[in-house]
């Protein structure tokens, strides 16, 4: 996929973004991912961050904000909050002492052989095989949607069916990086929102603000329901800089004039090839330009 990236606020001016460019750091193939963002994150951390400051991302999802400061020294740690399980069971797999065995599970198991979705089906207690049971749902639904309801990939790319997005000598090289760093990340399963709160005080933190969107948010995710306004007010309350990003929705684009924020449009191409606008928000944006 390639994103289109606005250059100086001008949309006659684009400039084109390769994703494929930019190191895929996360396990997850996550719908609403922002791997399209690293330039711009990147762009942000070197005007506000450094090694005195955490980077706290409050919906952390596939992680690739948090994952790419860190593995690129750009903030001195980083805090990933989550509250579905599924995603908790694989960054708490990772990070307290699972990840080579979760890495190992991937590399050993012949996707075409097993029976997919009798494995999927059975309710996994032991957190291990939960932590796997999502990656290995993730990476053969639609989309890589975890929400109830997700289709399992039919054909997929050139034809590979439920295999197309299965990686697994990549996934478990991404695992094992991962794991390398692990002192320098944290994870709580938990509300994100609940979180910003307890640390909104501190000066020592920054904060990647990336909720389930307004539109597509109930489609994507298992927990969706945000009190936007309560999240904005919030966000005007913490001490340490932020950055937000959604949609382009009537809705958000209001809150964020009602508290003065400032805010920049910026255009991409999704999966399907359309052009859409996402929005960053944050009090001032001008490391943008």
């Known amino acids: 996929m390639q994103t289109l990236e606005l250059v100086a606020d001008d949309p ?22 922002k791997t399209w963002l690293v330039p711009r994150i990147r ?10 400051f955490e980077l706290i991302e409050p ?30 069971s694989v960054w708490h797999t990772i990070l307290n002492g699972g990840g080579h065995w979760l890495a190992d ?9 097993e029976d997919v979705r009798e494995y999927l089906s059975r309710p996994h207690h032991d957190k291990l095989e939960q932590a796997f049971a999502t990656i290995l749902r993730n990476r053969i639904s639609r989309g890589g949607i975890l929400a109830p309801g997700a289709g399992i990939v039919k054909n997929g790319e050139n034809g590979k069916g439920v295999a197309s997005r299965w990686y697994p000598q990549t996934l478990r090289r991404r695992i094992l990086d991962i794991v390398r760093i692990r002192h320098k990340l944290r994870f709580i399963e938990g509300d994100g929102v609940a979180f910003m709160r307890v640390n909104a005080a501190r000066s020592d933190v920054l904060y990647f603000i990336d909720p389930p969107y307004v ?32 949609d382009s929705a009537p809705e958000i684009t209001g809150l964020a004039a009602e508290h003065g924020f400032e805010v920049r449009h910026v255009p991409m191409k999704n999966t399907h090839h359309q052009r859409k606008y996402e929005i960053i928000i944050s009090r001032c944006l001008d490391w943008m330009d």
């Open 12 to 33: 006659e001016r684009l400039a084109v973004v390769n994703v494929a460019s930019v190191p895929q750091r996360s396990p997850f193939r996550y719908p609403g991912g």
């Open 43 to 52: 762009q942000w951390l070197r005007a506000r961050g450094g090694p005195e």
């Open 59 to 88: 919906f952390a999802g596939g992680g690739i904000v948090s994952l790419t400061a860190v593995f690129e020294g750009l903030v001195r740690k980083a805090t990933l909050v989550e509250l579905d399980a599924d995603i908790a």
């Open 105 to 113: 599970r991937i590399a050993n198991y012949d996707l075409l052989r």
């Open 215 to 246: 539109a597509a948010g109930r489609r994507l995710y298992t927990h969706s329901d945000v009190d936007h306004r309560e999240l904005f007010r919030l966000a005007a309350e913490l001490r340490g800089d932020f950055v937000m990003t959604y």
